[in-house]
């Protein structure tokens, strides 16, 4: 290997480092609203969806929450799964008549 193809190597790594740390300081600042804070990231994005009223996209689900697309698409799996959403036309997933019914006997 030749002696600068080890360096530019070398400078893409720590260029992907540098992005890394970027990325970890601005997620780290904008985390999870206020609203979840006394909620379980799983309760959260259940609450957003109810209160959305006719359904919530999952990008503006990312952007509320401030959760991670994996985290989000964990949650969301998990909560269809159970019977608590449903999933609609264009993506958009929506509180079933039983996860809102649920809820109002919680209250």
Known sequence: MKPHAV???GQKN?????????RKRIAGEVG????CANRSSTACVLHTIRNS????HP?????????EKRKLDRILHKLFKHGEIMIEAGGVYAATNA?????????
């Open 7 to 9: 360096i530019d190597a």
């Open 14 to 22: 720590v260029a992907g480092l540098v992005r890394q740390a970027v």
């Open 32 to 35: 999870p609203r206020k609203t």
């Open 53 to 56: 009223g006719t359904g919530v």
């Open 59 to 67: 990008a503006a689900l990312a952007q509320t929450t401030g959760y």
């Open 99 to 107: 996860s809102i019914s649920h809820a109002l006997r919680e209250q």
